[in-house]
DNA sequence: TCTGGGGTCCTAGGACCC
DNA sequence: TCTGGGGTCCTAGGACCC
């Protein structure tokens, strides 16, 4: 018995929750960049704005009221802890799913649907953010039983069997849970168009067609539990740090300091999580939406000789890797650093001749601690260039303050 | 003027091993 | 008429998720 609690619009709502003036009005948060939309209020949606719209076509939007707001990603992390933080108080086991969403275990609860308005109310209460839950036998029907409450009721029971094949009835195949644009379109080719068909169809065809992960969805719509609630986080695979530039950037040493500012970053992430990685990767990519322009695209990656997760070594490996790696004449729009085959160093088999990790990491610590107490940058690597605004850094016109992680950013309330 | 960033899982095919 | 059989590892590509 899964419940799935998801946030509504989540960034907008946090930009709200903390500037009570937006309430009522069309806001959208933008991708890095101030590239296209990426979350929008229930105002803005009704402007008709889409998911993942460019920027640049909301211009004239803004004149009629429209408020457009650079993505604050540190705001957005510490609202989802605190949402987490309220449930954690009021059920036993969860599982963090996304920034957003989180499944409880709502086995052995006698009056659900009460339950989950009570929670419902006190998440808004203690966080401002609106949100929606789910409740069903399996994750699949939660999350379907979610977005069905995204309708209006706030909250949707469907262990009821007669309320569940209700509601498969006329659910949209494109909207299931594990069913994407491609499948959906497939799918609906072939006749099924409604969650109900696809958990009616026929299970050798869904295998042979379509592998086992959908079939897993298939029973999940039946109500057959395949998934189970993770509390813990399974340790990363790979750490990406990748942007687009503010701009083209023709100069090759920029991209190298770039690169050099993903891969320190990237590092920073993998002692966060207490990880060793055995693999770098960099690659970099001119502008796509500008075919017209010499295209590159380059990748390169190595095997380290032993793990790390020193940024001195990561560094110098992407350093290596830059030789003759791009090319003159083109301008690139974004470039990126991949740590690859990551483990915890405990579980690193070791070696009788070498060590299983190398690195100096008394000194990381210093540096993470340094930068933790003073702020981001305090402490860091002459390669990334240590410029204030470099060229290739990122466009953003409108951040909110780090209301919640800030000092100085800490809102002041007038009596 | 310009269109994001960060993940996972599954499968097929080739290389290689005994 | 004849080609062996069974296995793992790695990689690329395709699908999905938020």
Same mark, same amino acid.
């Given at each position: #018995?899964? =419940?799935?609690?998801?946030?509504?619009?989540?960034? =907008?709502?946090?930009?709200?929750?903390?500037?009570?003036?937006?309430?009522?009005?069309?806001?959208?948060?933008?991708?890095?960049?101030?590239?296209?939309?990426?979350?929008?209020?229930?105002?803005?949606?009704?402007?008709?704005?889409?998911?993942?719209?460019?920027?640049?076509?909301?211009?004239?939007?803004?004149?009629?009221?429209?408020? #457009?707001?650079?993505?604050?990603?540190?705001?957005?992390?510490?609202?989802?802890? +605190?949402?987490? =933080?309220?449930?954690?108080?009021?059920?036993?086991?969860?599982?963090?799913?996304?920034?957003?969403?989180?499944?409880?275990?709502?086995?052995?609860?006698?009056?659900?649907?009460?339950?989950?308005? +009570?929670?419902?109310?006190?998440?808004?209460?203690?966080?401002?953010?609106?949100?929606?839950?789910?409740?069903?036998?399996?994750?699949?029907?939660?999350?379907?039983?979610?977005?069905?409450?995204?309708?209006?009721?706030?909250?949707?029971?469907?262990?009821?069997?007669?309320?569940?094949?209700?509601?498969?009835?006329?659910?949209?195949?494109?909207?299931?849970?594990?069913?994407?644009?491609?499948?959906?379109?497939?799918?609906?080719?072939?006749?099924?168009?409604?969650?109900?068909?696809?958990?009616?169809?026929?299970?050798?065809?869904?295998?042979? +067609?379509?592998?086992?992960?959908?079939?897993?969805?298939?029973?999940?719509?039946?109500?057959?539990?395949?998934?189970?609630?993770?509390?813990?986080?399974?340790?990363?695979?790979?750490?990406?740090?990748?942007?687009?530039?503010?701009?083209?950037?023709?100069?090759?040493? $920029?991209?190298?300091? $770039?690169?050099?500012?993903?891969?320190?970053?990237?590092?920073?992430?993998?002692?966060?999580?207490?990880?060793?990685? =055995?693999?770098?990767?960099?690659?970099?990519?001119?502008?796509?939406?500008?075919?017209?322009?010499?295209?590159?695209?380059?990748?390169?990656?190595?095997?380290?000789?032993?793990?790390?997760?020193?940024?001195?070594?990561?560094?110098?490996?992407?350093? +290596? #890797?830059?030789?003759?790696?791009?090319?003159?004449?083109?301008?690139?729009?974004?470039?990126?650093?991949?740590?690859?085959?990551?483990?915890?160093?405990?579980?690193?088999?070791?070696?009788?001749?070498?060590? $299983?990790?190398?690195?100096?990491?008394?000194? #990381?610590?210093?540096?993470?601690?340094?930068?933790?107490?003073?702020?981001?940058?305090?402490?860091?690597?002459?390669?990334?260039?240590?410029?204030?605004?470099?060229?290739?850094?990122?466009?953003?016109?409108?951040?909110?303050?780090?209301?919640?992680?800030?000092?100085?950013?800490?809102?002041?309330?007038?009596?």
């Amino acid at each position: #018995m899964f =419940a799935l609690v998801d946030c509504n619009n989540f960034y =907008a709502s946090c930009e709200i929750a903390w500037r009570p003036h937006l309430r009522g009005r069309p806001v959208v948060v933008l991708s890095n960049n101030d590239g296209c939309a990426i979350a929008r209020s229930p105002e803005a949606k009704a402007l008709g704005i889409k998911m993942g719209q460019p920027a640049h076509e909301l211009r004239d939007l803004v004149r009629s009221g429209l408020v #457009m707001c650079s993505a604050n990603f540190t705001l957005y992390g510490d609202m989802s802890r +605190r949402v987490v =933080a309220i449930l954690r108080e009021q059920v036993p086991r969860l599982e963090v799913y996304s920034v957003d969403e989180c499944f409880l275990d709502f086995r052995g609860i006698r009056d659900r649907e009460a339950f989950a308005h +009570r929670l419902r109310e006190r998440v808004r209460r203690g966080t401002g953010i609106n949100n929606c839950i789910g409740i069903a036998e399996s994750k699949g029907l939660a999350k379907l039983a979610n977005k069905i409450a995204k309708r209006g009721a706030g909250v949707v029971d469907l262990v009821d069997a007669d309320r569940r094949n209700a509601a498969l009835e006329d659910f949209p195949i494109a909207d299931v849970w594990g069913v994407g644009p491609r499948w959906a379109a497939k799918l609906s080719a072939i006749g099924i168009t409604t969650a109900a068909h696809l958990r009616d169809a026929s299970p050798a065809m869904i295998l042979e +067609r379509y592998g086992v992960t959908l079939l897993r969805t298939q029973r999940e719509l039946q109500g057959t539990a395949c998934l189970t609630l993770d509390e813990v986080e399974p340790d990363r695979q790979q750490i990406v740090v990748s942007r687009s530039f503010g701009e083209r950037v023709e100069d090759h040493a $920029a991209v190298a300091q $770039a690169l050099a500012t993903f891969a320190v970053r990237a590092a920073e992430k993998l002692r966060k999580r207490g990880l060793v990685a =055995a693999g770098v990767q960099v690659f970099a990519s001119t502008d796509t939406f500008r075919p017209e322009l010499r295209q590159h695209h380059p990748c390169r990656a190595m095997t380290l000789p032993t793990a790390t997760s020193d940024s001195r070594l990561i560094l110098a490996s992407v350093h +290596r #890797m830059l030789a003759s790696f791009l090319r003159r004449g083109c301008a690139y729009k974004r470039a990126g650093v991949a740590l690859l085959d990551l483990a915890r160093p405990s579980a690193l088999q070791s070696d009788l001749f070498a060590p $299983a990790v190398v690195g100096d990491d008394k000194l #990381m610590a210093l540096v993470d601690g340094i930068n933790r107490r003073f702020g981001r940058g305090t402490a860091g690597f002459g390669a990334t260039g240590w410029q204030a605004r470099p060229t290739w850094g990122m466009r953003q016109r409108d951040v909110s303050p780090c209301y919640t992680t800030r000092w100085a950013d800490l809102p002041i309330a007038h009596c």
